[in-house]
């Protein structure tokens, strides 16, 4: 008996020594969740069309503690969502000429100018890239995960496009 519980003991003093091995381990590296990113200004101005990705960044520049503002004369920054696209590319080739692997490309066109400046910023391309096998037997799956790869590319650029806004410091702040 005393054996017994002298070995769960040492396997519970050694599974305790892991767990804090692996804690220092995660911690050592850098790893943070992510938070609200650092936004120099509190107020939005969204110009052009519509696009797939509208609603997702207003609501994650809200989550971030920004104002999506309807009059350009309210904002602080104004941003211009030129374009999006699709676009899907071949990749391989079966030795009988079916298609093997695709390419998911996804292009969003934007630029930005501080509400003080009469001059537009650089147009900026953010790029997403996505490689899926393919099967004709497989149609209705691979459809779907088609949709959740061009899904998954949008989150992607609304959160580069968050980052680019977090670089962003205005005029007064930057001498």
Do not use: H
């Given at each position: 008996?005393?054996?017994?519980l002298?070995?769960v003991?040492?396997r519970?003093?050694t ?8 804690t ?16 120099a200004?509190?107020?939005?101005y969204?110009q052009?069309?519509k ?6 960044l207003?609501?994650?520049l ?5 104002q999506?503002v ?11 969502l ?11 080739l079966?030795g ?8 998911l490309?996804y ?11 009469p001059t537009?910023?650089?147009?900026q ?5 996505r490689?899926f ?10 459809a779907?995960?088609e949709a959740r790869?061009?899904?998954d ?10 980052r680019?806004?977090?670089?962003i ?7």
């Amino acid at each position: 008996m005393q054996n017994a519980l002298s070995l769960v003991n040492a396997r519970r003093k050694t599974v305790i020594s892991i767990v804090m091995l692996l804690t220092l381990a995660l911690s050592a590296c850098g790893f943070q969740l992510r938070g609200a990113a650092d936004l120099a200004f509190k107020t939005l101005y969204i110009q052009g069309g519509k696009l797939t990705i509208s609603r997702d960044l207003a609501r994650n520049l809200k989550t971030n503690g920004v104002q999506v503002v309807e009059n350009a004369e309210d904002a602080e920054l104004l941003l211009e969502l030129l374009s999006e696209s699709n676009q899907k590319r071949i990749l391989s080739l079966s030795g009988g000429g079916l298609v093997r692997e695709f390419e998911l490309i996804y292009l969003l066109n934007f630029r930005v100018r501080e509400a003080s400046s009469p001059t537009w910023g650089p147009v900026q391309t953010l790029r997403g890239r996505r490689d899926f096998s393919y099967s004709d037997s497989a149609l209705l799956g691979k459809a779907e995960e088609e949709a959740r790869l061009n899904a998954d590319m949008r989150t992607d650029a609304v959160r580069e496009l968050l980052r680019r806004l977090t670089a962003i410091k205005p005029a007064a702040t930057q001498q």
